[in-house]
C-alpha cells in the first residue's frame, strides 16, 4: 500500500489542502486574508487557500518525522531576508502563524501534543494522510493509463 513517502511532495500537498478544505473541519481564523507569513515578507499570500495548503505541508513535514517543534517549522517555512544593498540572509517564518496551524490540526484529531512540547502525527493522522496518498498514486495510474490507451489508439489509426 502505498504512503506519503511514495508520492512526490507537491502532488500530496495540493492532494491534502484539498481534502481539507472540501471536509471544513479546519478552523481557519479569521485572520488569514491580513496576515503576514513571515516579518521578511512584503505582502501577504496572494493564494485565498494558503491557510490549507500550509497546514498540509506542516502534517506532511510532521508525517516523515518523528517529532517537531514550532521553531523548526519556523525555519522550514522561512525564506530570503532581502536588506537592500547589504547580503540576504535567511529569515524565520512567523511562529505564531505555524502555531495556529499545528492548534488547528490537532483540534481535528491529525496531530497531537508530545512530553517535550514538540508535536507528532497521531493514529488517525495516520490513516488518513496513507489514505489521501493512496488515492494520489490511484489518480497518477489512471492517467497514465489513459495515456496509453490514446498512444495505442494513434498507432492503431496510423497502420
Avoid at 508520492?7 to 486574508?33: M, N
Avoid at 521553531?71 to 525564506?79: D, S
Amino acid at each position: 500500500m502505498p504512503g506519503v513517502r511514495d508520492v512526490s511532495a507537491d502532488q500530496f500537498i495540493s492532494a491534502y489542502a484539498s481534502h481539507l478544505k472540501r471536509s471544513g473541519k479546519l478552523e481557519v481564523p479569521v485572520w488569514v486574508d491580513l496576515v503576514k507569513t513571515g516579518s521578511f515578507k512584503e505582502l501577504a499570500p496572494y493564494d485565498p487557500d494558503w491557510y490549507y495548503v500550509r497546514a498540509a505541508a506542516v502534517a506532511r513535514h510532521i508525517y516523515l518525522r518523528k517529532d517537531v517543534g514550532i521553531g523548526a517549522l519556523t525555519k522550514l517555512h522561512g525564506g530570503r531576508n532581502r536588506r537592500g544593498n547589504r547580503p540576504s540572509h535567511h529569515a524565520d517564518s512567523s511562529a505564531s502563524v505555524q502555531r495556529k496551524i499545528c492548534q488547528s490540526l490537532e483540534k481535528i484529531g491529525v496531530l497531537e501534543q508530545t512530553g517535550n512540547g514538540g508535536r507528532r502525527i497521531s493514529q488517525d493522522g495516520v490513516r488518513d494522510l496513507d489514505r489521501i496518498a493512496t488515492a494520489v498514486v490511484e489518480e497518477l495510474r489512471a492517467k497514465e493509463e489513459e495515456e496509453d490507451e490514446e498512444e495505442s489508439e494513434e498507432e492503431e489509426d496510423e497502420e
